[in-house]
């Protein structure tokens, strides 16, 4: 008996929920083999799942009912895992803290002695503690919200679920508008990454790509000032969407641009130091952190690290101006490409830096990005590393695999556009 796409797709979903599953139950074992083994599996069904996706143009909604209803499942089951010792989400609660308590996170250092007693036993344990902070204001207010709600990680990763919920109700509206198949919701739901590094280890990316993909939605809808507001508290949340700009050209009013400009500006009052706008451990970020870096490592030998942080951020810009003129207003292909092309040139490029691009990947140009959310995943085996007393680095062979498995998808896409073109022709000058 033919198993028809729907059915394969329910096996793929039952394959997913299971190895994610125990994934999660062995979250706290990240870059160990009983973490990695069943990530590989859920990596290989995802894949597969991607690949029905694209072999029809539509399936009934109960097919959509029921795999949103699994990626809940095993959201769940990580969601009620704690983080590591010094995830990020344990400065995210120090930053809201002293927030409250009336201290500015962009001066005050968690390392300081003279601030032991601010610490809980949920931020004891943050990463970097001898730097302040460096996340921008919009991320910052954030923290504060849900902390003066309830101050606990779980809370923060709650806050972050919800956000997960909100970027698929808000992509399913805008699937069904653009005339798009409602199925690809779940190139994003179904994405190991998104269980682990938002229901699981609780990074604030979401909330800024919730932000994104609403300024999406509103563009796509002329609503020009949502989208132009939402765009700007999205960079408010962290800087990497602002290589999107050349996109919004032209498509939102100066008046909008203004005011969403005005907004994020006010956001930073809260935080000035004597009347200048704070950066935090920006600068420190760019100077010294390093993490799966292969550009800007190679770049770095001859040129100052600002400048080649500068020229990440160009690269995206340039990118995103190519897009503007290859794509139509409303394209979530234009939108993927800068971000992917400015990470890849980053000083730093974690696993969960990859969520921004999740909600924009469902189309043959985006494959390779998808093999990067996926061929990313083994860089986690420098977790592990740590552990066990070895360098924060990533082995040139890992890098090799994650970036090559990104370049053969890409020359594969671009020898079979290749050979369709050359097709064409031949098929012309029969018909004549």
């Known amino acids: 008996m033919k198993l028809t796409p729907s059915r394969r797709l329910y096996g793929l979903g039952a394959i997913l929920l299971v190895a994610l599953a125990i994934c999660a139950r062995n979250f706290g074992h990240i870059g160990e083999p009983s973490f990695f083994i069943p990530l590989a599996v859920a990596s290989v069904a995802y894949l597969l799942a991607i690949r029905e996706l694209f072999s029809a143009s539509e399936f009934p909604k109960r097919v959509i009912v029921v795999g949103l209803a699994l990626s809940a499942l095993w959201h769940f089951q990580f969601l009620r895992m704690p983080p590591g010792l010094d995830d990020d989400v344990h400065r995210y609660v120090w930053d809201g803290r002293v927030q409250r308590l009336g201290y500015n996170p962009y001066i005050v250092v968690p390392s300081d002695p003279a601030l032991a007693g601010l610490h809980t036993s949920e931020t004891r344990t943050l990463n970097n503690p001898e730097v302040p902070s460096p996340y921008p204001a919009g991320a910052q207010l954030f923290f504060r919200g849900v902390t003066a709600i309830h101050e606990s990680i779980f809370a923060l990763k709650v806050a972050f679920v919800i956000c997960d919920l909100g970027i698929v109700l808000v992509l399913l509206d805008l699937l069904r508008r653009s005339g798009e198949g409602v199925h690809w919701i779940l190139a994003y739901a179904w994405n190991p990454l998104l269980a682990i590094e938002v229901a699981g280890s609780g990074h604030v990316d979401i909330l800024g790509v919730l932000l994104l993909v609403v300024s999406a939605a509103a563009l796509f809808r002329r609503w020009r000032a949502l989208a132009a507001m939402s765009f700007g508290l999205a960079v408010a949340v962290k800087f990497l969407p602002i290589v999107l700009l050349p996109l919004y050209w032209k498509r939102v009013r100066m008046r909008d641009a203004?005011?969403?400009?005005?907004?994020?500006?006010?956001?930073?009052?809260?935080?000035?130091?004597?009347?200048?706008?704070?950066?935090?451990?920006?600068?420190?970020?760019?100077?010294?952190?390093?993490?799966?870096?292969?550009?800007?490592?190679?770049?770095?030998?001859?040129?100052?690290?600002?400048?080649?942080?500068?020229?990440?951020v160009l690269v995206g810009f340039f990118t995103a101006i190519w897009m503007r003129r290859k794509f139509s207003e409303g394209s979530l292909d234009a939108i993927a490409w800068p971000m992917a092309a400015s990470l890849l040139c980053a000083p730093v490029v974690y696993p969960w830096y990859l969520l921004w691009l999740l909600p924009f990947i469902r189309s043959t140009s985006t494959v390779p990005i998808m093999v990067w959310t996926l061929s990313i995943i083994p860089t986690y085996y420098v977790w592990h590393l740590r552990i066990v007393g070895r360098p924060w680095l990533v082995p040139g062979w890992i890098m090799m695999l994650e970036y090559g498995s990104v370049a053969v998808a890409a020359a594969f896409i671009a020898l079979r556009r290749i050979t369709r073109s050359a097709a064409q022709p031949c098929s012309a000058d029969q018909v004549e």
Do not use: C
């Open 258 to 312: 203004a005011l969403a400009a005005i907004v994020v500006g006010l956001l930073y009052i809260p935080f000035f130091n004597h009347g200048r706008i704070p950066i935090g451990s920006l600068g420190t970020y760019v100077q010294r952190f390093r993490f799966n870096d292969p550009v800007f490592a190679t770049l770095e030998r001859v040129v100052a690290p600002q400048l080649v942080a500068g020229l990440a």
